[in-house]
């Protein structure tokens, strides 16, 4: 029997983590000499504040909900994709090709065009490491790694070379028309009122939705779910019920590969719709602590990714209007995956032995 309600673990000790990041950056805040209150106001009002605000922090969420189901579906299988950077530079550099080289009649078709696209160079990309560790037994967070060095080389190769569009710019032509995205501008503009104005939030926000559907399906409404799950909590137990860790760790890197190849169709197709030099901008790495805060469920990977979002649309308008640095968030961002991450027993530890004397006090009073 779990010692803390399912609840505790999802939603309770990710928000006392993040009350304690929150005291220390203020603290930090403090230190350099500005008001963490004001701070804060101006950190909402511009990430929520308006529909502007909430277009900027929807579309890093979506980012961040790409890469960070793309590394819960490897942590269930207990491995540690830190690939995601690699895997969505390569998973734009299969947009790019999709949408310059496929005459599209509709938005729509080019969508589904580019998403089967990224999705397939992704998991390509994600493919080489884990066929490492599953036959030779290399180290997926080495391979991962060292993946997104390559890959970085990889796409300058190409957008200074091959797919490179005339000029100095190391980037690819624009997309053509029928290949861009809705943005979220194009889709709430009633008459004279339109929301999201200028914002880069589009349709893929919806894409995002449907993939924490359809993971959360996987994990725990398949077979091949099962699997994944029993292999990440015993490997040796899973070996003997009849499950290949081959199979599992191919399957589960392949999926997460693709999951973190999709992200591109927010930021290339979606956003800049041609294809750029460190277009993911460390959506990869954000993507670890957005598993790791959400518990590798779907559904606490898109709080997190949404609160990630908020951070970095806040922390971009304290740059802008105050002068604490750009790199606070970062620090504030550290804060959030410390206390989610290396310290979760310190969170943890003291609600398991509250939930344990809870229930002992009420065992107690039913013997009475």
């Known amino acids: 029997m779990d010692v803390m309600p399912k609840w505790a673990d999802v939603i309770l000790i990710p928000l006392i983590s993040i009350l304690f990041a929150a005291i220390l950056s203020a603290l930090v805040i403090l230190a ?28 890093y969420a979506t980012n961040f909900i790409f890469t960070g189901l793309a590394v819960s579906i490897a942590f269930h299988a207990r491995m540690f ?114 929301f999201f104005r200028g914002a880069p939030a589009n349709v893929t926000f919806f894409v995002a939705l449907a ?64 294809l750029v030099l460190n277009a993911v901008e460390g959506a990869g790495f954000i993507g670890i602590a957005v598993a790791l805060m959400g518990r590798s469920h779907p559904f606490g990977v898109l709080l997190a990714a949404l609160l990630f979002g908020f951070l970095y649309q806040g922390g971009a308008e304290l740059a802008l209007w105050t002068s604490i640095p750009r790199e606070l968030i970062i620090v504030i961002q550290a804060l959030v995956i410390l206390f989610t991450g290396a310290l979760d027993n310190m969170v943890r530890m003291p609600l398991e032995r509250l939930f344990l004397a809870m229930r002992r006090a009420k065992n107690d009073g039913r013997t009475v």
Not at 142 to 147: D, S
Not at 235 to 261: F, H
């Open 81 to 194: 994709n830190i690939g995601g950077e690699g895997q969505a530079l390569i998973g734009g550099l299969g947009v790019a090709i999709i949408c310059l080289y496929i005459p599209w009649p509709h938005w729509s078709l080019a969508l589904l065009g580019a998403t089967i696209g990224a999705a397939i160079f992704g998991a390509a990309w994600a493919a080489i490491p884990a066929f490492l560790q599953a036959k030779r037994g290399s180290h997926i967070v080495i391979t991962t790694i060292m993946f997104n060095f390559i890959a970085a080389a990889v796409l300058n190769y190409f957008l200074i070379g091959a797919l490179k569009a005339p000029g100095m710019e190391p980037a690819t032509a624009k997309f053509p028309e029928a290949t861009h995205l809705p943005s979220f501008q194009d889709m709430f503009n009633f008459g004279e009122t339109t």
């Open 211 to 274: 993939a924490c559907v359809a993971l959360w399906a996987l994990i725990w409404k398949t077979r091949l779910g099962y699997e994944i799950r029993s292999f990440g909590h015993s490997e040796s137990a899973a070996k003997y019920a009849g499950i290949s860790p081959t199979k599992i760790i191919m399957v589960a890197m392949l999926i997460s590969g693709a999951l973190a190849g999709m992200m591109a169709i927010n930021n290339v197709q979606g956003e800049a719709e041609r």
């Open 32 to 59: 350099i000499g500005e008001s963490p209150w004001a701070a804060l106001k101006l950190m909402v009002d511009g990430a929520l504040g308006s529909t502007y605000g909430w277009g900027y922090t929807l579309y």
